[in-house]
């Protein structure tokens, strides 16, 4: 596998449920990113991990956390999600948190019912 | 606060043709201007790049793009659209901020090719 890779591609889920997002970096990159991106909106920044500590957090409400527990993986962990939470979850990462290009994953399209 | 604009929505353009997205950004002092591009389905890939140096940048796919700093303006051209290049594009700027590289995004131009 080469560059960033996103499990599960699709995910459906009901508001009751608990499920995981999970991001694969093989760059030797050191920061990651989650990203939220919504029909007509523009690409939200949720989360900044560098590494492994956490140096950004949007205003994301608290039914999404995320987990890194090492360089090359980000995970973001959902519950009692919203509809309107249905998105494309993007992650992305980069040599450092400075000016570095980010490089993106595919993304997981997630419904919520 | 940085902030880009993409005014187009939508452009079409016949196989061949010329191509100009434009995208306009505000930010505090010199910003790192970025173009990705989205095919459906997919995430998102880096075209091209500018951090400092000569204004005119090229990029992948044919793709280049030009600083004008007294516009606040990046944007990118090609000037023979292909059928793949149909695709939704972004401009976005990036720079240091208390938490490092935040890149900010446009809402996108979503490309239609005609053939």
């Known amino acids: 596998e080469t560059g960033v890779t996103q499990t599960p591609r699709h995910l459906v889920m009901g508001m009751t449920n608990k499920k995981s997002l999970k991001c694969e970096q093989h760059?030797?990159?050191?920061?990651m990113y989650w990203y939220k991106q919504s029909a007509k909106k523009p690409l939200e920044l949720m989360f900044v991990?560098?590494?492994?500590?956490?140096?950004e957090n949007n205003s994301v409400p608290s039914r999404f956390s995320p987990e890194c527990p090492n360089s090359s993986h980000l995970f973001l962990h959902l519950h009692t999600l919203q509809p309107e939470d249905s998105a494309l979850y993007l992650c992305?990462?980069?040599?450092?948190?400075?000016?570095?290009?980010?490089?993106f994953g595919p993304g997981t399209r997630l419904t919520v019912l | 606060a940085q902030s880009v604009t993409q005014p187009d929505i939508h452009i079409t353009v016949s196989e061949g043709a010329s191509l100009e997205l434009r995208c306009n950004y505000s930010?505090?002092?010199?910003?790192?201007l970025f173009w990705y591009v989205q095919s459906p389905g997919q995430g998102l890939q880096l075209l091209l790049k500018?951090?400092?140096?000569?204004?005119l940048v090229q990029g992948i796919k044919g793709f280049e793009a030009e600083f004008k700093r007294s516009q606040s303006s990046f944007n990118l051209r090609k000037p023979s659209v292909h059928w793949s290049d149909a695709a939704e594009y972004f401009c976005?700027?990036?720079?240091?901020?208390?938490?490092?590289?935040?890149?900010?995004f446009g809402t996108g131009t979503q490309l239609k090719v005609e053939l």
């Open positions: 930010y505090g002092a010199t910003p790192y």
């Open positions: 760059l030797g990159h050191n920061a």
């Open positions: 500018y951090f400092s140096g000569d204004t």
């Open positions: 992305a990462s980069s040599q450092g948190t400075t000016t570095d290009t980010q490089y």
């Open positions: 976005a700027v990036g720079g240091l901020t208390g938490g490092g590289n935040k890149l900010t």
């Open positions: 991990y560098s590494l492994e500590e956490r140096v």
